[in-house]
């Protein structure tokens, strides 16, 4: 059993930064593959960075590339997401996922099994 818990959302203006964690409690999470997700209200949930174990390898999506950073640390059992250069369109609630493939896929349902609660991030103009 995995539990993930974010946090660090918030409102901030257009062009500033937060940074997101996720804590992971459970057995695996040391060898576990990691990924943030985001959802806007009537849109489907949206891959947005997933990491390796080891942090050898990351994957972005197009839009937050140069803007966003995927890290972890495991010692902390903890995944971050700093978010920099914010846009009214990142707003979303952001969800961390364990990725039990490995791949670092944006594949919502079939490569990721565990999910925490969202934490809501919201650009204003």
């Known amino acids: 059993q995995v539990q993930l818990v974010e946090s660090g959302g918030g409102l901030v203006q257009a062009g500033g930064s937060l940074r997101l964690s996720c804590s992971a409690s459970?057995?695996?999470?040391?060898?576990?593959?990691m990924g943030w997700f985001r959802q806007a209200p009537g849109k489907e949930r949206e891959f947005v960075a997933a990491?390796?174990?080891?942090?050898?390898?990351?994957n972005y999506l197009d839009s937050v590339k140069g803007r966003f950073t995927i890290s972890r640390d495991n010692a902390k059992n903890t995944v971050y997401l700093q978010m920099n250069s914010l846009k009214p369109e990142d707003t979303a609630v952001y969800y961390c996922?364990?990725?039990?493939?490995?791949?670092?896929?944006?594949?919502?349902?079939?490569?990721?099994?565990?999910w925490g609660q969202g934490t809501q991030v919201t650009v204003s103009s």
């Open positions: 996922a364990r990725d039990r493939s490995g791949s670092l896929s944006g594949r919502v349902h079939m490569d990721y099994d565990y």
């Open positions: 459970g057995r695996t999470f040391r060898f576990d593959a």
């Open positions: 990491i390796t174990w080891n942090s050898g390898r990351t």
